[in-house]
């Protein structure tokens, strides 16, 4: 019964990590009404929000909202995580970078960075942020996952080896590679969160089949 009961244990949790892996088509629209998992952890005060319009494609386009308020304690640090949809092995997933349309809606400059970390603890961020300046709208941006886009933020990991066995993805704001965020007073908007993997926009034309490009517009 013992054995039973683990290899039931066990198998449930295989199914739990493939319903929660990484997916090359996964977009985050924030359509459905919900924050898609995405949060602060109990007990922020100001958790993310889904607003149900004023994404970048216009009226009625949802997006998620997350806040600030700056100083210490809960809430105060310009972060958010993922340990759902955006776990996984990213490397059989062939994603190379994230991208996502930003946008910020307070008046403090937010420089924006993605962070990881694996099964094994290790922890990477991105080296470089992507800076919003407040007032400037959606912008689309990229965050590069390679050794040239991150840096090692805790654990002894390899990125290699983070990238593979991701068990939490954060959006942050933060002046240097950070895994909190930084403490400010901000609002920031995401919408369309998605991988960029080249297993989906790569074209080998290994078939020598050119037949659906064209070099002309219909």
């Known amino acids: 019964m013992r ?3 683990a290899a039931v244990g066990a198998a449930a949790m295989m199914l739990a990590a493939a319903a929660w892996a990484v997916d090359p088509v996964q977009v985050d629209d924030f359509e459905d009404g919900t924050t898609m998992a995405w949060d602060e952890g ?3 005060p100001n958790p993310p929000v889904n607003v149900p319009d004023g994404g970048p494609g216009g009226t009625g386009d949802a997006y998620l909202e997350n806040s600030s308020s700056g100083g210490t304690g809960a809430g105060s640090r310009m972060v958010m995580f993922n340990n759902a949809q955006w776990t996984g ?3 059989a997933a062939g994603a190379v970078a994230l991208e996502a349309d930003l946008i910020n809606l307070g008046a403090t400059e937010l420089p924006m960075r993605v962070a990881v970390e694996g099964a094994g603890g290790g922890r990477f961020a991105s080296l470089d942020p992507v800076v919003l300046p407040a007032g400037s709208g959606w912008q689309h941006v990229v965050f590069d996952l ?3 886009g991150m840096t090692v933020v805790g654990g002894s990991q390899s990125l ?5 066995s991701v068990i939490e993805l954060r959006v942050l704001a933060s002046n240097v590679p950070d895994w909190n965020g930084g403490s400010m007073v901000a609002t ?4 369309n969160l998605r991988v960029w993997s080249l297993d989906v926009f790569a074209d080998g034309f290994e078939s020598g089949d050119t037949a659906a490009w064209s070099a002309t517009v219909p």
């Not at 920031?188 to 919408?191: K, N, Q, R, S, Y």
């Open 42 to 44: 109990a007990p922020s």
């Open 3 to 5: 054995c039973l009961l």
């Open 89 to 91: 092995d990213y490397i």
């Open 146 to 148: 390679s050794d040239a």
């Open 160 to 164: 290699a080896d983070v990238l593979a």
């Open 188 to 191: 920031l908007g995401m919408d």
